[in-house]
């Protein structure tokens, strides 16, 4: 199904997404973000009606500690030995906890990109700033529960949104590096390091083994002359005569 043109959209905001696919009434065009904020929308009704609930996850990963502790402690009283890795584990277990939230929305994120999280994200943020969450959030305790409902969902939203982005973003480029040095002139082990920096393998036996290549060169391209220049200096003696 043909879709209109991000690029023609680019002066609607995500709430006038689903007017816009409506005011358009083309059979063919679908409006893309308009169904996300439909459901969005439709999902602000159970949110007003429940409260935030406890993070079920949470619930799950603390009945497993807290078996993981007993199986310890009996382990203990039986005299049996504890692999010293599980005390580790245990904590990192409760480091997790700590960082995860006690209270969640009664309507799930996916944790995928199954959902525009983005545009529901929005959504969420531009009824918490518009008259009516205004009301809700400063309401009865019902509606200050409401608000809250959807003020955790906009957050599970928004969370999911840039865990989506930094996994799907590129690696970053490796800053690129230069010298302005002869590595030769240096000491073999410090031109091995600085090359290694580079990504070109080398070892300092290199070095030395072209040094000494090197010096060879330069002492060959000496001897050789001077030796051509004895050879020209050397007085020239005709050959004699056979005597008659």
């Known amino acids: ?10 002066g609607y905001s995500a709430p006038n997404l689903a007017e ?6 083309m059979k063919n065009y679908k409006v893309v973000g308009a169904s996300s904020v439909t459901k969005q929308r439709c999902e602000f009704e159970m949110l007003l009606r429940g409260a935030p609930m406890p993070n079920p996850k949470l619930i799950q990963m603390q009945q497993g500690l807290e078996k993981a502790q007993h ?3 009996a382990s203990q009283l039986a005299g049996e030995a504890v692999p010293p890795q599980a005390g580790m584990m245990l904590q990192q277990l409760q480091q997790a906890m700590q960082s995860m939230p006690k209270l969640v929305s009664t309507v799930p994120v996916a944790e995928d990109e199954s ?24 309401g009865s305790e019902k509606q200050r529960s409401g608000y ?3 003020h955790l ?4 939203h928004t969370a999911m949104a840039k865990k989506i982005i930094a996994a799907n973003k590129p690696p970053d480029k490796p800053p690129s590096e230069s010298i ?25 036996a290199d070095f030395v083994q072209h040094a000494e290549t090197q010096l060879n060169h330069a002492v060959a391209k000496k001897a050789i002359p001077e030796a051509l220049k004895g050879e020209d200096e050397k007085p020239h003696i005709p050959p004699s005569l056979p005597q008659q």
Do not use: Y
């Open 71 to 73: 199986g310890m402690q």
């Open 148 to 150: 809250e409902n959807i």
């Open 20 to 25: 816009t696919a409506q005011a358009l009434r």
């Open 153 to 156: 969902h906009w957050t599970e």
């Open 115 to 138: 959902e525009n999280h983005i545009i529901e994200s929005n959504e969420c943020f531009d009824w918490m700033n518009s008259t009516e969450g205004q009301k809700f959030k400063n």
């Open 1 to 10: 199904m043909p879709r209109l043109p991000a690029r023609l959209l680019s």
């Open 180 to 204: 302005s040095v002869d590595p030769s002139k240096m000491p073999p082990a410090i031109a091995t390091q600085l090359l290694a920096k580079l990504g070109i393998q080398s070892s300092p």
